[in-house]
């Protein structure tokens, strides 16, 4: 089954110390109860990559690095804290534990997720079935730079200090957990890092998609296209606006004059009178009045 997200083997690599898995078999029963939690909480199939087979006995010829490198490509890396685990000599704190925080440190993601609520969270989802001493609790803050931030599963009584299971009293229990709701709360724990992870993935999915439109040869030909074919909507729109208004103004003027002669209207020069004189007389001697016909505007007092 592959992961939510392409690119990456798992959703989930659950990673223990193959010494804490005998006798009761703890991390066994953790794991598949985990999983039936899973499917109620999640629409999607989680893929879950528990190995039960013992890593401590593999050969000196084997590529243990090129081996789990595949496999540790999840998204999310769950270590089973016990008072074992944190040794530099162990399988799973070497090439599991210390190997997914170098991985998954120089992916896309980073070791660190931002959640949908703001806050954020490490990949690394600690499961502590064990009060660790205090300088392994020291070594395993160091490698992950900060304060371990672990789902707590420990059954504490005066002078106990052991797995918690479904069995256990909580009312006798110190830390007065309960075995399924501390399954709910990895459970939930491991809905908001995915979710994180998701929106995460969008985001660069999509900053990844513009940066292929943008760099392709043809990006600039069709921006320069679409440039020139609104520059040439926005001129032939400019022309319609002045062709709408001289046109309007000329209808105005048209509606105008037909006003002005449909209601017999004259214009201003038409309100003088003129005649015409022929024919004088001239009794003066004078050759300048013999021309005629002559303009005379009539007197006021004629009209």
């Known amino acids: ?9 798992y959703d989930i690599f659950i990673s223990y110390r193959q010494k804490d898995n005998k006798g009761d078999i703890w991390v066994s029963e953790f794991v598949e109860v985990l999983k039936t939690e899973l499917e109620s909480t999640f629409k999607e199939d989680i893929s879950v990559y528990f190995d039960i087979n013992p890593h401590d006995g593999l050969l000196e010829t084997h590529d243990v690095d090129a081996s789990l490198q595949d496999k540790l490509k999840c998204l999310i890396f769950v270590p089973i804290i ?16 210390k190997a997914f925080i170098d991985q998954a440190s120089n992916d896309k993601f980073g070791l660190k997720v931002k959640l949908p609520n703001g806050n954020v969270a490490s990949r690394i989802l600690p499961i502590q079935i064990h009060d660790l001493y205090p300088e392994d609790k020291a070594m395993l803050e160091k490698e992950l730079g900060g304060v371990l931030r672990a789902i707590e599963f420990i059954y504490k009584e005066p002078g106990v200090n052991k797995p918690l299971t479904d069995v256990d009293d909580d009312k006798k229990n110190l830390n007065n957990t309960k075995y399924r709701i501390q399954i709910n709360k990895v459970a939930n724990a491991i809905e908001e890092i995915l979710l994180g992870l998701k929106k995460v993935q969008s985001a660069i999915a999509e900053e990844e998609k513009n940066n292929i439109i943008s760099s392709s040869p043809n990006y600039n030909t069709i921006k320069n296209i679409s440039d020139s074919k609104h520059l040439e909507k926005e001129e032939k729109f400019k022309k319609k606006i002045i062709i709408y208004s001289f046109s309007s103004f000329i209808i105005s003027l048209s509606l105008i004059a037909i006003y002005i002669f449909a209601s017999g209207s004259t214009l201003p020069f038409s309100e003088r009178d003129w005649i015409i004189v022929s024919d004088f007389e001239n009794q003066t001697l004078n050759p300048v009045f013999d021309k005629s016909p002559v303009l005379c505007e009539r007197h006021p007092k004629l009209r």
């Open 1 to 9: 089954m592959a992961s939510l997200i392409q690119g990456y083997t």
């Open 82 to 97: 016990s008072r074992t685990y944190c040794d530099p000599k162990s399988f799973a704190w070497e090439h599991e534990f």
